[in-house]
């Protein structure tokens, strides 16, 4: 009868370990789970702070696209300028001379009338 009772605390021995094991299975799964998760919620953090990236640099590139028009209207329009502005200076020239010679005209005049 001794035999026996050692079989059968063998065999409850054996279930303990297994539920024992079968216990830090599932407390290891749950950890890996867990990791698993914080994992996919970190890769996705970054996936949305990249396409912000994007978003960011698209945005960054057209505003340089519209300051890069900007300059050339500038350009354009300082070139414009600058040929108005010499046309103008002829003109000064021109009307200067017309002064000068209608002083002397006046001179003239003077000088016959008297």
Same mark, same amino acid.
């Given at each position: ?16 370990? *297994?539920?024992?094991?079968? @216990?830090?299975?599932?407390?290891? #799964? ?12 970190? #890769?996705?953090? *970054? ?9 960011? #640099?698209?945005?960054? !590139? ?7 028009? !900007? ?24 009307? *200067? ?13 003077? @000088?016959?009338?008297?």
């Amino acid at each position: 009868g001794v035999g026996r009772g050692r079989c059968k605390m063998a065999a409850g021995g054996a279930a303990d370990a *297994q539920a024992r094991f079968g @216990h830090s299975v599932k407390g290891l #799964l749950t950890e890996k789970v867990t990791s698993c998760g914080t994992d996919v919620i970190a #890769l996705t953090k *970054q996936v949305l702070k990249g396409s912000r990236s994007a978003e960011l #640099l698209g945005q960054a !590139a057209r505003n340089m696209v519209m300051q890069e028009d !900007a300059i050339l209207h500038s350009e354009d329009s300082l070139r414009k300028m600058a040929i108005i502005t010499t046309h103008l200076q002829y003109q000064q020239e021109a009307i *200067q001379k017309n002064v000068e010679r209608s002083s002397n005209l006046q001179d003239q005049l003077s @000088h016959l009338l008297k």
